[in-house]
């Protein structure tokens, strides 16, 4: 009987820094950042001074960057931040670390089907007319993504780079239009501006806008030279990231008028659709027209890129054997097979279950999804900073800036963001449902649970358990030529 081979293996040196940056971004979703966080930051946030709040965080994570490139070449591994918790806190909290990402991801995935859904039922049928219930798009938008993220995550870094590409292009239209009919207003970064409103839920929204950033790490055993390349991106991703939607922010503030820009962004809340009228006015009808699609492509690319760090973390967690192992396979191409099922039919079914139940995504799905998803990848980045930290101090490194200062200030920041998530969680989540509120607790689920399992494997299962910190080293890196090599 002949033997039956069996894949485990992701593809190596399929991305490079282009690549890596454009699956980053992509689940930025730059537009989408613009339409939905730089719009309720303006409206209950800081107002006027929104895009300094975003300068702010962009300032903070490349602090953190400073640490998360030196660890970046210490480590290369599909597992992301839960493998740099291992390295830092150990099994147990990389166990929980890598607990906490894998509902993260899966949740966010669940509510871009909700998003997605939505805006294309109300973009295509305005439109052209054409009804058909959020539920069908958004469940066609998932099984685009799945069947695009089988072809290979460089396909996938291609389709995203063209989505990107288009999305900023809009973007920099408008700003330009402002820059030429208005002008930018400097007053936005006056320390009146800056402190009015609410400053706290400014930078909490604006810290939102970055979400997706960390996913760098989970694609290093896929890129080329990844000490070189992941550091690079994760720079040029936080650095493009801060720019776009801090320049682009600056552009609808001075379009409103700084000092009206949250009273109008107030009035426009409700119907969200304050960047719509500003393009309308400064771009006309045909382009804004070209931007509602171009967010229906952004709210697309988002959710293949999410879907594509979720699978990896199921891989991860799966070849570890912390999940079955089974999701470990890989098809031929080097695309996480099992996992990449498991992750769509999951969220398929949770947005189902809304969908049947006959409940508004925008007011229960995308809310509970997509807000306890924000808190958890907060969570891990901030996880992350503190681990970058405690390495290089067990580890003795003589380089205080890039190994404690720049990233102890960067976990710093990311753990006042956490603070402010868990407080402020109604206004992350955009409601104020009992149900939603509670919400984080589910933190503690996930904090008891890794505590336990991490107990039972250590006792019951000491080969997996000890596999939590030996899978970390299966990828080791050559010094003089930075090729991916399996040990």
């Not at 304050?274 to 229906?296: A, D, E, K, P, R």
């Not at 990896?312 to 079955?324: C, H, I, M, S």
Request: one cysteine or more; a neutral charge.
């Amino acid at each position: 009987m002949s033997e039956i081979t069996v894949n485990t293996q992701l593809r190596k040196n399929a991305l490079g820094v282009a690549g890596v940056v454009f699956l980053v971004l992509a689940a930025v979703a730059p537009l989408t950042g613009i339409v939905v966080v730089a719009s309720l930051a303006i409206a209950l946030g800081n107002g006027g001074g929104t895009p300094a709040a975003f300068f702010i965080i962009a300032i903070v994570l490349l602090l953190f960057a400073v640490g998360y490139a030196q660890m970046s070449k210490q480590l290369v591994n599909a597992g992301g931040f839960y493998a740099f918790v291992v390295k830092g806190l150990g099994r147990t909290g990389g166990l929980v670390a890598g607990l906490i990402a894998t509902l993260g991801y899966n949740f966010f995935v669940v509510g871009t089907i909700g998003t997605s859904g939505f805006f294309m039922q109300i973009v295509i049928a305005d439109l052209t007319g054409f009804e058909l219930h959020w539920y069908v798009w958004g469940l066609a938008s998932i099984i685009v993504s799945f069947v695009m993220a089988r072809r290979g995550i460089d396909f996938s870094s291609k389709v995203l780079g063209v989505s990107l590409v288009l999305e900023t292009l809009i973007l920099i239209v408008f700003d330009i239009s402002v820059l030429v009919q208005t002008g930018f207003d400097a007053s936005a970064f006056s320390p009146t501006a800056v402190i009015s409103g609410s400053l706290p839920i400014g930078l909490l929204l604006a810290a939102t806008g970055f979400l997706g950033f960390e996913a760098t790490a989970l694609f290093s055993e896929e890129a080329r030279n990844p000490q070189r390349t992941i550091p690079l991106a994760t720079y040029i991703a936080v650095t493009s990231i801060g720019v776009i939607l801090g320049v682009t922010t600056w552009a609808v503030v001075s379009a409103t008028g700084v000092a009206q820009a949250q009273a109008i962004a107030l009035d426009h809340l409700p119907t969200g659709d304050l960047m719509f009228s500003l393009s309308q006015q400064y771009l006309g009808t045909v382009m804004t027209n070209v931007m509602m699609v171009l967010l229906l492509v952004s709210l697309f690319a988002a959710m293949l890129a999410f879907h594509n760090s979720a699978t990896r973390y199921l891989y991860a967690l799966g070849r570890a054997k912390v999940l079955p192992n089974v999701l470990a396979r890989t098809r031929v191409g080097g695309a996480p097979q099992v996992a990449g099922i498991v992750q769509a039919v999951f969220a398929a079914v949770v947005a189902g279950l809304f969908a049947l139940a006959g409940l508004d995504p925008i007011t229960s799905l995308v809310p509970s999804m997509l807000g306890f998803g924000t808190l958890c990848v907060i969570v891990l980045q901030a996880l992350a900073a503190l681990s970058i930290v405690v390495y290089f101090r067990r580890a003795q490194d003589p380089r205080w800036w890039s190994t404690f200062v720049a990233p102890g200030i960067g976990f710093l920041g990311l753990f006042a963001i956490v603070v402010l998530a868990i407080v402020n969680f109604d206004t992350v989540a955009g409601s104020d449902a009992f149900i939603i509120r509670l919400m984080p607790l589910l933190l503690v689920f996930a904090l008891v649970g890794g505590v336990g399992y991490a107990a039972y494997l250590r006792k019951a299962k000491p080969a997996v358990y000890d596999g939590l910190a030996t899978d970390l080293e299966k990828i080791t890196v050559s010094a003089s030529d930075g090729d991916v090599k399996v040990g």
